[in-house]
């Protein structure tokens, strides 16, 4: 008995029924605590492995899970190297209170991810 065409549609309806379980958004974290971000004193030295940005917000994007995405036009920064103006991910855990046309003073991961954004980190 030879396995046919049936045999292959059966197989590829039952692969496409559970698709959509990989294209589902991973569930929200639970914070313990939430963490103000934004409000550094701008004469800290930075961590190892962070850049600290003075700027101003010019955009505020709200994202899934309460995260949110920045804009900041950059006055200053620990790295002379940084671009005028920088996209900052402001995780799940981190609480920015502020909106758009406000100074920002941050710390973010020295390395950006993959879409080009930094990710923005607590002061110390």
């Known amino acids: 008995m030879r396995a046919g065409p049936r045999f292959a549609v059966v197989a590829l309806t039952a692969a496409l029924q559970s698709a959509p379980a990989f294209a ?5 974290l639970e914070c313990r605590a939430l963490i103000e971000f934004g409000d550094c004193d701008s004469a800290a030295t930075p961590p190892k492995g962070s850049i600290s940005v003075v ?3 010019v955009r505020v994007e709200r994202m899934q899970c309460g995260t949110v995405g920045l804009t900041v036009d950059v006055k200053r920064s620990s790295l002379s190297l940084l671009p005028e103006r920088v996209k900052i991910d402001v995780g799940q855990c981190l609480v920015w209170r502020g909106k758009a046309g406000d100074n920002i003073n941050a710390m973010v991961v020295e390395t950006p991810s993959e879409n080009g954004a930094y990710q923005a980190r607590t002061c110390n």
């Open 24 to 28: 589902q958004a991973l569930p929200c």
């Open 55 to 57: 700027g101003t917000v």
